[in-house]
């Protein structure tokens, strides 16, 4: 996302904003470059209004984008549960697992409704977390290089802030990941979170939380990286070359129209490109499932169904 290089009050957000950002008229740097700065441009304004606005960067901004990130990742995730759940097991079982339609079918008959939404808690936690960690880090970390880079390496700095802002997301999702993992590919391990995380650290300890970070970095760092990078590209696209009037002449509506439909755009290709690495999530069930009577009682499960579904 781009902002207009003048400041309509001239005065509080110059301080917040990084300086080829969101500078003076007079000023030679520009995100973009040597750009017009007219009313009529294309660049989008900052708030004209500090009273009714929250300011650029400050504590308030980057509470906003984690809020923003707690409700567009954390519900979301937990609305789409049982399309992961099935999505997990025809990956980790694909005899058993054919199809997304035979998958619910599977789990219906052998969990009822409750077992398609196994996992849920650990899910709505787990992703608030990294939601509020990837938006809210990532818009500090692209003010904080911004300044340290300059505008010539504006596509860096988003990579850079994504990338920064994914490996702690990561950290605060790790643990949640780990519980769901156990709780979706073992039946009879836990009910959910409650029972499943002290159950978890009984069994493998505090480590054992953290035991497939690296699998995880390894799949959504480079995702994180890619999707911001791209919807801020987009988004410059759309104000240089017109598709989009400036921000100010927009409407609240179209505002959210306009970012929903470069965040699909960006999380569309990018869902497509990471789709090899989606393969490594799946390995946190095998990873984590640890110990050797837990491993025997999963095979006992299994093989009591498949006697039960020949």
């Known amino acids: 996302m781009a902002w207009d290089r003048r400041s309509p009050t001239g005065t509080a957000m110059d301080s917040f904003a990084p300086s080829f950002l969101y500078s003076s008229s007079s000023s030679p740097r520009s995100f973009l470059g040597d750009v017009d700065a007219s ?3 294309f660049l989008i304004a900052p708030p004209s209004d500090p009273r009714k606005k929250i300011e650029m960067y ?22 789409l549960t049982p399309l992961d759940l099935v999505k997990c097991n025809m990956q980790m079982d694909p005899a058993k697992y054919k199809s997304i339609s035979s998958g619910f079918g599977v789990l219906l008959r052998e969990q009822g409704v409750r077992g398609v ?13 990294l939601g509020a960690c990837r938006f809210g880090f990532y ?3 692209k003010k904080r290089y911004s300044d340290i880079a300059g505008p010539e390496y504006k596509t860096l700095v988003y990579l850079a802030s994504a990338a920064s802002a994914e490996v702690i997301a990561d950290v605060a999702l790790c643990p949640f990941e780990a519980v769901k993992a156990r709780v979706q590919s073992q039946p009879g391990f836990a009910r959910g979170m409650s029972d499943g995380f002290p159950k978890f650290v009984k069994s ?6 953290y035991k497939v970070l690296g699998r995880l970095w390894g799949r959504q760092v480079p995702y994180t990286m890619m ?5 801020e590209t987009f988004a410059e696209m759309d104000y240089k070359n017109g598709v989009c009037p400036p921000k100010e002449q927009c409407s609240k509506n179209e505002q959210l129209r306009s970012s929903f439909s470069r965040g699909l755009l960006a999380g569309t290709l990018f869902a497509m490109f ?21 491993a025997n009682h999963g095979r006992r499960v299994g093989m009591s169904t498949k006697a039960r579904n020949p």
């Not at 400050?58 to 609305?79: K, N």
């Open 139 to 141: 818009e500090f970390f």
């Open 227 to 231: 999707i911001f990078a791209s919807f």
């Open 58 to 79: 400050s504590p308030a901004f980057y509470a906003a984008c984690s809020l923003g990130g707690i409700l567009s990742s954390g519900l979301t995730s937990m609305a």
């Open 204 to 209: 493998e300890g505090v480590g054992g939380l």
């Open 274 to 294: 990471s789709h090899p690495t989606i393969h490594l999530l799946p390995s946190l069930s095998h990873a984590i499932r640890a110990t050797p009577a837990e």
């Open 39 to 41: 009313p009529n441009g």
């Open 117 to 129: 939404f196994r996992g849920w808690v650990p899910t709505l936690l787990g992703h608030s977390a």
